[in-house]
């Protein structure tokens, strides 16, 4: 059974970093891209960030670029996500997403149950 | 960049009625268009993906049709526990994974 586990949110301040990471088990970790995708309150699905399964293809969206790096550990079956000069508007619920492919863009055939980050004074 | 619009933003349906959902995209995503069901408190769900193939465990009654900008997700007889949130998303363009706004399909 797949499954993906995150952890490391919680309550930041404004310009504070966070560090979120994802377990994943019950499938082979390094065959797969993996993905961000998180969602604010109340509101849609955002794509944030994707590494294929090498880490040799790394993407950003326009809103997190430059101050979020995201990264993988295959010998860990584990991703992560450095969010560095956090902002109110990255407050949501963060998704680990496993891709259906290796690489490229591709839809998301299991996600995990999601981590809060709340950035507030 | 490509935008995804889904429409409507909420559909009223009675138990055992049919419910259409539309996604268009703004330039041609070919058949890289997925769809996801979201329930409140839970992750998001892969319906279908390659625009029209069920994915494992779907039921029959989701089906997806289109190509090129104009999807539809049809749901042929709501059951109680299809009332969600469903989303759509191009895989087909950078920035990968761009979704739609969701369709809100609520019980009337």
């Known amino acids: 059974e797949v499954q993906l586990v995150e952890s490391g949110g919680g309550l930041v301040q404004p310009g504070r970093s966070l560090r979120l990471s994802c377990a994943a088990s019950?499938?082979?970790?390094?065959?797969?891209?993996m993905h961000w995708v998180r969602q604010a309150p109340g509101k849609g699905l955002e794509w944030v960030s994707g590494i294929s399964w090498n880490s040799g293809s790394i993407g950003y969206a326009d809103s997190v670029k430059g101050r979020f790096t995201i990264s993988r550990d295959n010998a860990k079956n584990s991703l992560y996500l450095q969010m560095n000069s956090l902002r109110a508007e990255d407050t949501a619920l963060y998704y680990c997403?496993?891709?259906?492919?290796?690489?490229?863009?591709?839809?998301?055939?299991?996600w995990g149950q999601g981590t809060l980050v709340t950035v507030s004074s | 960049e490509i935008v995804m619009t889904q429409s409507p933003a909420t559909l009223s349906v009675s138990p055992g009625e049919r419910a259409t959902l539309s996604c268009r995209a703004s330039q041609s995503v070919s058949s890289n268009l997925a769809w996801y069901q979201q329930k409140p408190g839970q992750a998001p769900r892969l319906l279908i993906y390659?625009?029209?193939i069920r994915a494992t465990g779907i039921p029959a009654r989701f089906s997806g049709s289109g190509s090129g900008t104009e999807f539809t997700l049809t749901i042929s007889i709501l059951q109680s526990e299809d009332f969600a949130v469903y989303y759509c998303?191009?895989?087909?363009?950078?920035?990968?994974?761009?979704f739609g706004q969701g369709t809100k399909v609520e019980i009337k």
């Open positions: 019950g499938f082979t970790f390094d065959d797969y891209a």
């Open positions: 998303q191009q895989y087909n363009n950078w920035p990968w994974g761009t």
């Open positions: 390659g625009a029209s």
């Open positions: 997403a496993k891709a259906r492919a290796a690489a490229g863009p591709v839809y998301f055939d299991y």
